[in-house]
């Protein structure tokens, strides 16, 4: 059973169209969840990482948001340029957990 | 800003070569970590290290190893390659365990 789930697997948005991605995961305990962005090709970039539930974090037109089982990326009024695989990822809480598990991600595309 | 490098964006090597892929972080991190990254698998973590010359494996350590002699430097090594191991690897770094992991731009490896 996968720890870390995301949906849908693709999205296609209008460009302004405002919607949400969403994470679910299944750890007992949540050390941290992190969120990335991967366009084709390159390596996953940072873009929030949120520790307990009802943190919220914004940048630009994403918000991110946690609950005690789930996280969701809201898109407010997405660009073309706002098209990538989106990639979220949870460390377990522990003593010598390092590791991130990772979801298999949402791929965004926006059409102008 | 925090900068992970990787040797080669791509390879193409023979069955049977020895592979090196080396990654370096500018950001004093003390862990870094390589995954690889496989279409419908998502990232999976092969090896990480949190100390130089420590090293602790991840989810799918067969037929890889690391070294890490120096703390900004972290190479994977592919003893003998297979096919199964064409994939785009990535490195990772960390200032601390609970901390973000930053990702350098991939390694595309093609085994033929």
Not at chain 2, 40 to 51: A, C, E, K, P, V
Not at chain 2, 59 to 69: A, K, L
Not at chain 2, 87 to 105: I, K, N, V
Request: proline share 4%; glycine share 8%; charged share 25%.
């Amino acid at each position: 059973e996968d720890q870390v789930t995301q949906s849908p697997e693709a999205l296609r948005l209008q460009e302004g169209e405002s919607s949400s991605l969403n994470c679910s995961y299944t750890v007992s305990g949540l050390r941290g969840l992190f969120w990335y962005r991967q366009d084709p090709g390159k390596g996953p970039e940072f873009l929030f990482t949120l520790y307990s539930a009802g943190e919220e974090k914004e940048k630009e037109r994403l918000k991110a948001t946690l609950t005690k089982k789930e996280s969701f990326l809201h898109i407010t009024a997405p660009k073309p340029e706002d098209s990538a695989t989106y990639l979220c990822a949870v460390q377990e809480a522990g003593a010598g957990s390092y590791q991130l598990t990772f979801g298999k991600g949402t791929k965004l595309s926006v059409i102008p | 800003d925090v900068k992970v490098t990787q040797s080669s964006r791509y390879l193409v090597k023979r069955t049977g070569e020895k592979v090196f892929l080396e990654c370096v972080q500018d950001m004093d991190h003390e862990n870094m970590f390589w995954y690889r990254q496989d279409p419908g698998l998502g990232l999976r973590l092969i090896y990480f290290s949190y100390d130089v010359k420590m090293k602790e494996k991840g989810d799918i350590p067969e037929g890889y190893s690391v070294s890490r002699e120096k703390k900004e430097r972290f190479s994977l090594i592919l003893e003998s390659a297979s096919t199964n191991q064409t994939s785009m690897y990535l490195c990772a770094s960390s200032f601390r365990q609970r901390e973000t992991q930053y990702f350098g731009p991939g390694t595309r490896l093609l085994v033929l």
